[in-house]
């Protein structure tokens, strides 16, 4: 846990760098006997309804820390032709061999989800969401008690996994020998997968050392990269505050440095 002190010094950190931040109390939203990680979604459903007027939404879970202030979500990641440079184009959504990828052709402009992958698959450890109707739609989909009562083995991340293949293949393909390679062929139903970006890894959301074995490519932090996200640090006799504190100091000495004391 963060001590509350510190949570207020982050805020007024976040605030003063031109963020707002929400810190939801996960409980507060009924999971209904699922795992607690489930309530990242009506959680960021809730963000949604608190600030009517913001274009994007980021979400980061307590295991993640933003370590490079430096980087506008808006100018650095969502600008139209930086995330077409960066897209990741005809990969598959589960790596190694996943029979659905990401489509090719994709204009910046019309993505409303931008997420990455490691190893396993997707990490929604770490998204950013565009305001507006499909964002509504997504959450919903994702949130779905259907989806909730399969008791998948690593829950919202697979759930999240099985919405974007089975929208496109099991609905749709069932009855065809191979995929279609043209985004507008009507056997596609693009409307999860043409509103997804993968991006590289690092660009978003980097592992800490200890979680290499999972990292994709230049997925293990280095200076300068976005976030750091230390993975299952409360688990296996780690503890994530203990982890955290070297960078968490480090990241605040500096702010404070170049924000000025009087900020504080």
Not at 6 to 30: R, S
Not at 64 to 89: A, G, H
Not at 160 to 182: A, C, D
């Amino acid at each position: 846990m963060v001590r509350s002190n510190q949570i207020d010094v982050w805020t007024l950190l976040t605030i003063a760098i031109g963020y707002a931040t929400f810190f939801p109390n996960t409980t507060q939203y009924p999971v209904h006997g699922n795992p607690q990680s489930w309530a990242r979604v009506p959680a960021m459903r809730h963000a949604l309804n608190l600030w009517p007027e913001t274009p994007y939404f980021f979400h980061i879970d307590d295991h993640t820390l933003i370590m490079n202030t430096d980087i506008k979500i808006e100018d650095d990641i969502m600008n139209k032709k930086k995330l077409e440079s960066m897209m990741l184009v005809d990969i598959p959504i589960i790596p190694p061999d996943s029979v659905i990828k990401t489509f090719s052709g994709l204009k910046g402009d019309n993505i409303d989800l931008v997420i990455c992958q490691d190893k396993d698959g997707l990490m929604p450890n770490a998204f950013i969401l565009r305001r507006g109707d499909w964002a509504n739609f997504f959450l919903d989909v994702w949130f779905d008690p259907l989806y909730r009562s399969y008791n998948f083995q690593k829950a919202e991340r697979h759930a999240l996994e099985h919405i974007v293949q089975s929208v496109t293949w099991n609905h749709f393909n069932n009855h065809y020998e191979s995929l279609p390679t043209n985004i507008n062929d009507p056997r596609w139903h693009g409307t999860i997968l043409a509103k997804i970006a993968l991006i590289p890894q690092n660009v978003l959301t980097s592992y800490i050392e200890k979680e290499a074995s999972i990292a994709s490519d230049n997925g293990i932090y280095k200076d300068g990269d976005f976030t750091l996200f230390f993975g299952d640090c409360n688990k296996g006799g780690r503890s994530c505050v203990s982890e955290m504190k070297p960078h968490f100091t480090k990241l605040f000495a500096k702010e404070k440095s170049d924000l000025g004391s009087t900020a504080f």
